[in-house]
């Protein structure tokens, strides 16, 4: 076996060609959008790169491609934790421990010169909301971001020695269903109608103000969590210029009390359902016109919830359900959206996670974060609850 890495226009080619080897028989899979991959390992488009660094190999067996992984820290990430922990992630392989055990030692090794201790994955040299876990049951098409792979793939992990870190969730609702309990929506308009409180989505002519209100709900409504990482206003602006093409400003809502921010709720689109029909990630100028076609011709019948937070004083009040009253008027009007699906709700977010089925929405699948601590005789500790 030969690892190579990735370096130069061919090699990421390379890269990108691994997974059309290991899903070509494969109908459930969907292939990632090759411009959003490569923004992540482009210290131009990534703040990530201003604290940390990243790497990636494929892995070549008598000159066939038969494996890929891509490693990475980030000093915000790594010094959230007991000990200095990296990532890895974008990781592909055939069904051979042999293979696989070589791509998590080459990741291994790179992050421990780095001075790490540890190491999650398969995760994302970016935010949580693509590209995050690992799938565990749920095999079937994913929504747009989310990590789909075979089944063997948890029997790599484990025989490895990565331990589950944290479980996330995912759920399908359709707000718009009249069998939704009617206490839910009682609630909501009871709430949306109340002095002092006010709805608004987002605006891209506003967009500026709209980032600054988000970072002030993420911190009060995230930060006690342990691992808690606040995300900058660069990042946050880089990501919506890139994300235009899945963002519609109405399905992007926030919570306000007496003009203050209290409460933030985002879903995009799945643009995964075009993706599957062009059957490439890799958009030419005819392939962008036809998804552009596509998704005026309303292909796109799903949207990703991939954020809902309220902040501390407001928690448990109704305002998820008064949000949900004035996206619902929205999804009416827009009728060709019906489904939303939720995800990823951690399960150290207990909740959160009985918020949404009291809503009524099923769990569709699970996607795991796995961590290998370097030093195997440490004990190994799972991601803390949140009370």
């Known amino acids: 076996m ?53 790497r990636r190999w494929v892995l070549k067996q008598n000159g066939k491609l038969i494996g890929r992984i891509a490693a990475f820290y980030d000093e915000d990430y790594s010094s959230g934790y007991d000990q200095p922990t990296g990532c890895c992630g974008f990781f592909e392989c055939i069904n051979d421990k042999k293979a696989a055990f070589k791509l998590f030692d080459t990741a291994h090794d790179w992050l421990k010169e780095k001075g790490m201790e540890a190491m999650d994955g398969p995760i994302n040299f970016d935010e949580n909301f693509f590209f995050w876990g690992l799938l565990k049951d749920g095999f079937q098409p994913q929504t747009f971001g989310m990590q789909y792979n075979p089944a063997y793939f948890n029997e790599l992990f484990e ?14 609702l359709d ?13 909501a308009e009871w709430v949306a109608q109340k002095p002092g409180y006010t709805f608004e989505h987002f605006s891209f002519k506003n967009q500026d103000k709209c980032i600054r209100d988000f970072l002030e709900i993420h911190e009060k409504a995230w930060g006690n969590h342990g691992n808690y990482k606040p995300i900058e206003f660069r990042l946050l602006k880089d990501l919506l210029t890139s994300a235009k093409i899945i963002l519609d400003e109405e399905f992007i809502w926030y919570a306000y009390h007496d003009g203050k921010p209290i409460a933030f709720f985002m879903q995009i ?48 009040k109704g305002i998820e359900s008064a949000i949900f009253h004035h996206l619902k008027k929205v999804m009416l009007r827009k009728s060709w959206y019906n489904d939303m699906e939720m995800s990823w709700i951690g399960d150290f977010n207990p909740k959160m996670n009985a918020m949404f089925k009291s809503f009524g929405a099923d769990r569709t699948n699970t996607h795991s974060t796995l961590r290998y601590l370097f030093d195997r005789e440490k004990e190994f500790v799972r991601a803390p609850i949140i009370e």
């Not at 109908?27 to 991959?37: A, G, H, K, S």
């Not at 269903?177 to 609630?187: G, H, S």
């Not at 958009?283 to 902040?311: A, E, F, M, P, S």
């Open 2 to 54: 030969e690892l190579i890495q990735v370096t130069g226009k061919y090699l990421i080619d390379d890269f990108h060609k691994v997974p059309e080897q290991i899903y070509k028989d494969d109908p459930n899979w969907i292939p990632q959008l090759r411009m959003m991959i490569e923004d992540t390992f482009d210290p131009a488009k990534n703040a990530r790169f201003q604290k940390g660094d990243a």
């Open 159 to 172: 025989a490895y020695g990565f331990k589950t870190y944290y479980d996330q969730y995912s759920y399908s």
């Open 175 to 187: 707000i718009t269903n009249p069998d939704l309990p009617e206490r839910f929506w009682k609630i």
């Open 269 to 316: 689109l799945d643009l995964n359902q075009i993706l599957k029909k062009l059957k490439t990630g890799k958009l030419n100028l005819w392939q962008g016109l036809k998804l552009l076609y596509l998704k005026k011709r309303r292909t796109i019948t799903r949207c990703r919830v991939i954020v809902l937070g309220v902040i501390p004083g407001y928690q448990g």
